[in-house]
């Protein structure tokens, strides 16, 4: 008798010893890699179908409510602080956390869990931080950066890591570049190195599991947004087209490359797909991308100026997550206004752009205009 509740105890412990390690466990990691297709595909329900059988076998692990907030996220695209989708998929991201304090109460350096508490709270700093709860965002930012000085130390034991690493090395140059006000406080946190950091995202893409749709995502969206190479940014952002065709949201980064890179009529079928769609987000980007269309390929400054301020309509109630879509459209309509002779309606529309941008293409164009006119 003993020796079966001796067999008992030990095969308990085996098998919540099992439940740890998501990458000990080749028949759960190989259901989370059919989850996050679909998540990424934009196809929620049959996400959930995987996801409830990764909780099965994984029922103390975070990976299971950390793939249910990605659906919550990529279903709802793009989802605002505060929102009852933005409080629905926090609530998943808390009982994800929930988990993984428990596996790092018992392993400080738990691989798995370190990743988790990292992503968690970086995702959350900037959710704050779009939506202006500034305290909210320092503080997730804090609890991040502790974890990713782990991760910095882990590379070796996980793709994941090439992933956050390549982004704080990216960041930690390109931030106070942009923002310089920052400037003084950066002395605090580790140095930086952009060119490393693109090549460690580029790794992630090409051998990480949950983080390579995200690094190939950020790879386009840091070439054309700072690197100003808009060629790099259709690469990536092609692929992420061709890997997840049912995802809008990856179409509007590939579309707003292909204009970038003045491939224009490769654009176009996509331009005029966006822009009939229902939600309000992408069809405002259908339509300021129309606009670019029609200023730069077609010449038609008339009806050029016209979707760029159907688009601000059609976007006015949009949130953060909209911003630097409106500040294309208001550089467009500045340029064109600027162009027929109405120079303070012009500047009224670059102070408008200025406000919201995050290229710093449109900053510098803005910026240029202010100062000159």
Not at 68 to 95: D, V
Not at 186 to 206: T, Y
Not at 255 to 267: H, M, S
Not at 354 to 366: I, N, P, S
Request: hydrophobic share 40%; aromatic share 14%; no cysteine.
């Amino acid at each position: 008798m003993k020796n079966w509740l001796i067999f008992f105890v030990f095969s308990s412990f085996l098998n919540v010893f099992s439940q740890e390690r998501l990458l000990e466990h080749p028949q759960a990691l190989d259901i989370v890699k059919k989850g996050l297709f679909h998540i990424y595909n934009a196809e929620g329900p049959a996400a959930n179908l995987y996801i409830d059988q990764v909780e099965e076998l994984l029922p103390a692990h975070p990976v299971g409510p950390m793939m249910r907030a990605l659906n919550t996220n990529w279903s709802s695209n793009p989802l605002e602080i505060g929102s009852p989708e933005f409080i629905k998929m926090n609530g998943h991201l808390q009982l994800s956390l929930a988990r993984t304090k428990k596996l790092l109460d018992r392993d400080p350096k738990h691989l798995e869990a370190v990743f988790f508490a990292m992503a968690i709270n970086s995702w959350l700093a900037q959710f704050y931080d779009e939506g202006g709860a500034t305290f909210k965002a320092l503080n997730a930012a804090k609890k991040a950066y502790h974890f990713m000085k782990l991760g910095f130390d882990m590379l070796d034991e996980s793709p994941e890591f090439q992933f956050s690493t390549g982004l704080y090395n990216y960041y930690r140059v390109q931030y106070p570049e942009s923002n310089p006000i920052y400037k003084p406080f950066m002395w605090f946190f580790r140095s930086g190195n952009k060119k490393l950091g693109l090549e460690q995202l580029e790794r992630a893409s090409k051998i990480a599991t949950f983080t390579k749709a995200e690094a190939a995502m950020y790879l386009a969206h840091l070439n054309l947004r700072y690197e100003r190479n808009p060629h790099a940014a259709v690469k990536f952002s092609g692929q992420l087209v061709q890997d997840y065709p049912n995802n809008v949201f990856f179409k509007i980064n590939y579309t707003e490359a292909l204009l970038a890179a003045k491939d224009y009529q490769k654009a176009l079928p996509l331009v005029q797909d966006l822009a009939k769609e229902k939600k309000s987000f992408y069809k405002m980007s259908g339509e300021v991308f129309y606009g670019v269309y029609l200023e730069y390929e077609a010449h038609d400054d008339k009806n050029a100026l016209q979707w760029y301020r159907k688009s601000l309509e059609t976007g006015q109630d949009l949130g953060p997550r909209s911003h630097n879509k409106k500040s294309l459209a208001h550089a467009g309509v500045a340029r064109l206004l600027a162009k027929s002779g109405d120079t303070e309606q012009a500047r009224v529309h670059y102070k408008k752009a200025l406000k919201l941008a995050q290229y710093d293409t449109v900053k510098d164009e803005a910026k240029a205009y202010l100062r000159d006119s």
